[in-house]
């Protein structure tokens, strides 16, 4: 068998040593990169950087031969944009105000050339394996770097740099595009972060709200199973003002741990039971007790996580509904099930009515025109 020989003289990395002022000014983050600030900070990195190795000085970027449009965020990157790809950290901390008064004078980039951020993003996972120590909420912070981060917008609340909600939201709404989507890398990130964008913003200026959780009370605090169903929530619910608005409700209800009340036959104020987000409150009071089916506190497509999914959905369908609860129907546990069903119907009817608003907005256009 006679082998041919592959070109590869464009697939080489150029070299050049130059000042580390400019490698900090003038190659940017790469769109997708961590909270390298943070991780500056942190004493392994400080430990790691505080004794100058020649390692250090090994540093590698990307530069874009055209201009280019991120498909996700629309921002806009010139031609002749640098990124670096490897080697954030240590540039952060080598210029931050606690590591002392020395940088080096110089770093040796090894890059090349590419034509698109895809490919920029490519790069960068090179040397950012998700199998690295870097933590998956680390990822995350890279991909609402990119997706928020030109418009002045920052995520920091922790209840929203979990993976495993946004992961598992973007499946459930999204179940023929990422259903077979796993692996938390930085690419699958930022492409679920972007289709939930709005319900992840929405969610925001709730948690940001002064009054949610701003009354101490002995229910469960917030965690992640809440994050998810209050993100695919707003994704059913968005275009339904009077459910949206009941869902807010319903989230800073939970929040306070305040259960809505009736006065008994005594004239006594108890605690309403045919309302639902007061079963939804109670049940997870009882998270550590083991002992509820409705109630888990792992997000993993176990069946326990699934019957749990279909509580949580099931007990805000029915109070954004307005409906009262007496016991929980036999059929409980396949709501998440029936959730997707509906969520199909809904995507459909909403494709139908974009389809004809722009069929209207064509037709008025060309009508317009037939009269000039």
Not at 39 to 54: D, N
Not at 138 to 153: Q, W
Not at 158 to 170: D, M, N, S, T
Request: with cysteine.
């Amino acid at each position: 068998m006679t082998k041919q020989t592959l070109n590869v003289a464009d697939l080489f990395y150029q070299q050049e040593i130059i000042d580390s002022k400019e490698w900090h000014e003038d190659w940017e983050c790469c769109p997708t990169q961590r909270d390298h600030e943070e991780r500056a900070k942190k004493p392994k990195h400080q430990k790691k950087f505080r004794k100058l190795q020649s390692s250090h000085l090994e540093v590698n970027g990307v530069i874009l031969d055209k201009d280019c449009v991120c498909t996700e965020t629309g921002k806009e990157y010139k031609a002749g944009t640098k990124f670096k790809t490897n080697g954030h950290t240590r540039d952060e901390y080598w210029w931050a105000d606690y590591s002392g008064d020395l940088v080096p004078e110089k770093v040796r980039v090894s890059y090349r050339h590419v034509n698109s951020i895809e490919e920029v993003i490519r790069e960068y996972k090179m040397f950012d394996s998700p199998d690295d120590v870097e933590q998956a909420s680390d990822r995350l912070d890279g991909a609402y770097r990119d997706i928020f981060r030109h418009r002045g917008i920052q995520i920091t609340d922790g209840k929203l740099r979990k993976v495993e909600p946004i992961q598992y939201a973007a499946q459930q709404c999204f179940p023929v595009k990422y259903g077979d989507m796993t692996k938390t890398d930085v690419i699958n990130l930022r492409l679920w972060v972007a289709d939930l964008e709005d319900s992840i913003l929405w969610l925001k200026a709730i948690f940001d709200n002064k009054d949610f959780g701003k009354k101490k009370h002995s229910f469960s605090g917030h965690i992640n199973p809440f994050t998810l169903t209050y993100l695919v929530s707003y994704m059913r619910y968005k275009d339904e003002p009077r459910k949206l608005e009941l869902l807010e409700k319903f989230i800073f209800r939970v929040s306070n741990g305040k259960l809505s009340g009736i006065q008994d036959d005594e004239g006594d104020w108890v605690p309403d039971d045919s309302c639902p987000c007061n079963r939804f409150i109670k049940d997870w009071s009882m998270l550590k007790t083991n002992t509820l089916p409705t109630v888990f506190a792992a997000i993993n497509g176990s069946d326990q996580s699934n019957n749990m999914r279909s509580f949580c959905l099931l007990m805000v369908d029915m109070f954004v509904n307005e409906r009262e609860l007496t016991i929980l129907p036999n059929n409980w546990r396949k709501t998440l099930s029936k959730w997707y069903d509906d969520w199909q119907i809904e995507v459909k009817r909403r494709n139908l009515i974009a389809t004809k608003q722009q069929s209207e907005v064509l037709e008025s256009a060309f009508n317009i025109t037939s009269t000039v």
